[in-house]
Structure formats: C-alpha cells, structure tokens
C-alpha cells in the first residue's frame, strides 16, 4: 500500500518557524523528494526537492529561509521553515517520485501552514 504521510504543519507568527516531515511507504525506486505548496485561489508551486544523490532546489521565494533535507534510507523527507512569513500561507503536500520502472509522481494529502501576521 502507497503512503505519503505528512506531518508538523499549523499556525505560527510572522518570523516563527515549523519543520514538516513526510513519510514515504510502499514505493520502490525513489529518485526525487519534495514539496509543493498551494495557497487559496493559486496554482500549485513547487518549494523544494531533493534527488537521491543529494541534489537540493528551491523556489526563490524561499531559497535561503527553508532547508529540505531527507533520509533515501528511511524514505522520509523534511522540510525547516523558518522566517516564515503570511505569504508562506498555503496547504504543504510532500511528494515522491519514482523513477523505474516508469515516471510517476505520488502525493501526500496535505499539511496547512498558517502564518498570522
């Protein structure tokens, strides 16, 4: 059975932070780990990845606030947030993609990140 289960989201004040984590389960061959985020009436962005050989991206709109890191081992994948700010408001969804024995793309259900101002 395939799991992303996510955790660590909720409310915090401007320039707070919050570490969310994702679980992977039930898939083989991971090669890329991250996350998205979507906030109301937006299209869904990408925040970070990371590859299985260490390779890291980040949205300019966060790169030098968050960090992803993750664990090929343990399939699991984190992300620190910090500085965070109102405009980081949206639902956080962790996903995995597997590479072999075809591309596919799974999603976790999703964490609210709330930031009051």
């Known amino acids: 059975q395939v799991q992303l289960v996510e955790s660590g989201g909720g409310l915090v004040q401007t320039g707070g932070s919050l570490r969310l984590s994702c679980a992977a389960s039930?898939?083989?061959?991971?090669?890329?780990m991250g996350w998205y985020r979507q906030a109301p009436g937006k299209q869904r962005e990408l925040v970070a990845t990371?590859?299985?050989?260490?390779?890291?991206t980040y949205a300019d709109s966060v790169n030098g606030r968050f960090t992803i890191s993750r664990d090929n081992a343990k399939n699991t994948v984190a992300l620190q947030m910090n500085s965070l700010r109102p405009e980081d408001t949206a639902v956080y969804y962790c996903?995995?993609?597997?590479?072999?024995?075809?591309?596919?793309?799974?999603w976790g259900q999703g964490t609210q990140v709330t930031v009051s101002s």
């Open positions: 039930g898939i083989n061959n991971i090669h890329t």
């Open positions: 996903y995995a993609f597997r590479l072999n024995p075809s591309g596919y793309k799974y």
């Open positions: 990371a590859t299985t050989s260490g390779s890291t």
